[in-house]
């Protein structure tokens, strides 16, 4: 079993950044893909971004693509996002998400953070 917390959501002006990280419990962090995911208000959850258990591999969705960064320290057992240049449709609960495989798909997560949320005034 594995338990997320993430942490580092606010409130900020566009363009501005953030930086989320998502504590995980649990001695095998190491085996998990790691994903974020974001759902705004009366919209579908959405991929934002995965890495591979070693983090040698990444993938984002095309709206964050080149302005969000995934990144992850199996020693510490934390996976972050850190997002720079945001704008007011990047405000959303941010969630982090751990499986055994690579996914861009949410529902093929195992396990899921409580969400953190993000605000992107304009």
């Known amino acids: 079993q594995v338990q997320l917390a993430e942490s580092g959501g606010g409130l900020v002006q566009a363009g501005g950044s953030l930086r989320l990280a998502c504590a995980a419990s649990?001695?095998?962090?190491?085996?998990?893909?790691m994903g974020w995911f974001r759902q705004a208000p009366g919209k579908e959850r959405e991929f934002v971004a995965a890495?591979?258990?070693?983090?040698?591999?990444?993938f984002y969705a095309d709206s964050v693509q080149g302005r969000f960064t995934i990144s992850r320290d199996n020693a510490k057992n934390t996976v972050y996002l850190q997002m720079n240049s945001l704008k007011p449709e990047d405000t959303s609960v941010y969630y982090c998400?751990?499986?055994?495989?690579?996914?861009?798909?949410?529902?093929?997560?195992?396990?899921w953070g409580q969400g953190t949320q993000v605000t992107v005034s304009s």
């Open positions: 998400a751990a499986d055994k495989k690579f996914h861009t798909t949410g529902g093929l997560y195992d396990y």
């Open positions: 649990g001695r095998t962090f190491g085996e998990y893909t």
């Open positions: 890495i591979s258990w070693s983090g040698l591999s990444t």
